[in-house]
């Protein structure tokens, strides 16, 4: 009979102990919810809006749903998920330490808009968060430790507001090791999808977030480049633009010094078309492939493998009084040079800049091209300016070059091609 009555009496214990930890987890979370609601602009700037949260403070379990932050002063999405859970390390909070174990986005949706070179739609949560002066005593507060992230089928848009561009990647994988307490490395895998078009991409990085050294090697599989379209409607008058890009690349540099780069792999693009509209080209070739073994600017090396261009196709047409290059982008450029003076941010101006950065003293450098060549070419040139149109073509043509090598004393190039309307040509070249 004792044995009952002691057991019913645990029992009601327990049952009180469970009874009172679902309520303070209860209240907790309601508390929770309500307190990030009231006071989200007063310390974000940004309106917060969750569907519910749930926290348990004996875990240090924090899961919100549905979780939604405005852009500030309006109603526009900033940045959504539909999960959004952390765990916490309670104990490590007793030595002064805040330390996520884990952070999990399921499901994120975010914006990056840019109305300037250097404004970009999340500059206020960063200056609201950076610390304001020095520290005027050494005393040490907490310390911070994010061990993991992961990203899980996210959704990133990026919106230029000044030349109307916009391109979202989805399917967005991430996982990282976070960074700690003391340390100043990041590594992260990942994986995404084009937003405009097929392909994918995957890879790894190492970030040091003090010096902003990095290291990463990635894998993009016939991704789909249409995207550049929309740059280069601030270039011309009208055409179109299709591409895609494969590539196999791993590199190690800094992001504040271009020519730090060291970087080693494969790069193609694929079925490349620029003209007038989709059914006449004035560009196009089937593909371009350069083989890095190793690129390094710094150290003045650029040993290549091989550089081939299959089926290259150029068009030049001269008319009454301009050129088929004129007409789209504008007399003598003009459009392309407005476009540069407005120093208004453009990834394709961004791309020649790096480009020209990284082949800067090619020909003072250690450089060595074991193979150049253009398969299957096709110039061809129309003049409507007389009274009867003269067309004449190099089609198909072949130029093969070995060995361009800067402890080669010559370089030999052959290059063959017919004639149209009519002939052949064959020329060897030794210079």
Do not use: C
């Not at 852009?71 to 390390?89: I, Q, V, Y």
């Not at 002066?133 to 050494?138: L, N, V």
């Not at 010094?257 to 007038?276: I, P, Q, S, T």
């Not at 190039?413 to 052949?424: F, T």
């Amino acid at each position: 009979m004792a044995k009952k009555k002691l057991k019913k009496v645990i029992l009601s214990i327990a049952g009180i102990f469970i009874i009172t930890a679902v309520l303070i987890i209860i209240f907790i979370s309601l508390l929770t919810k309500y307190l990030v609601e009231k006071y989200d602009e007063k310390y974000l700037g940004r309106q917060v809006i969750i569907d519910w949260a749930y926290v348990n403070p004996f875990t240090g379990y924090v899961h919100l749903k549905n979780a939604k932050v405005y852009e500030p002063n309006g109603d526009t999405l900033f940045f959504s998920a539909k999960g959004l859970s952390a765990n916490f390390s309670l104990h490590k909070l007793l030595a002064k330490s805040v330390e996520i174990t884990e952070l999990k986005l399921d499901e994120p949706f975010g914006v990056i808009a840019q109305d300037t070179l250097k404004k970009l739609n999340f500059n206020d949560i960063i200056v609201r968060f950076s610390s304001k002066g020095k520290p005027k005593t050494k005393k040490e507060g907490f310390r911070f430790s994010l061990n993991s992230i992961k990203i899980i089928n996210g959704e990133f848009i990026y919106r230029d507001l000044l030349i109307a561009v916009k391109y979202p990647i989805k399917k967005v994988n991430v996982e990282s090791t976070g960074f700690r307490w003391g340390s100043d490395s990041t590594v992260a895998k990942f994986s995404f999808i084009a937003g405009i078009g097929k392909g994918e991409a995957k890879g790894n990085f190492k970030i040091n977030t003090k010096n902003l050294d990095y290291r990463f090697a990635t894998v993009f599989n016939k991704y789909d480049l249409k995207f550049i379209e929309q740059y280069l409607k601030d270039l011309i008058n009208y055409g179109t633009f299709n591409a895609s890009l494969d590539a196999d690349i791993q590199a190690t540099g800094n992001f504040t010094r271009a020519e730090d780069l060291v970087a080693k792999g494969l790069l193609a693009v694929n079925d490349f078309h620029f003209g007038k509209d989709k059914n006449e080209d004035y560009a196009a070739f089937k593909k371009f492939a350069i083989k890095l073994d190793e690129l390094s600017p710094k150290n003045k090396k650029y040993i290549i493998d091989s550089v081939s261009l299959d089926k290259p196709f150029l068009m030049y047409e001269r008319y009454d009084h301009l050129d088929n290059l004129q007409t789209i982008f504008g007399k003598k450029g003009m459009k392309v040079s407005s476009a540069k003076n407005s120093r208004r941010f453009n990834l394709i101006f961004e791309i020649g800049d790096y480009i020209v950065k990284l082949s800067k003293n090619f020909l003072k450098s250690n450089y060595k091209v074991n193979r150049l060549a253009i398969y299957g070419g096709n110039l061809l040139y129309n003049d409507y300016k007389l009274s009867e149109k003269v067309s004449l073509g190099l089609r198909p043509f072949y130029v093969i070059a070995d060995s361009v090598n800067k402890n080669n004393a010559r370089v030999k190039i052959d290059l063959k091609s017919g004639l149209n309307p009519y002939g052949d040509i064959d020329i060897h070249v030794s210079i």
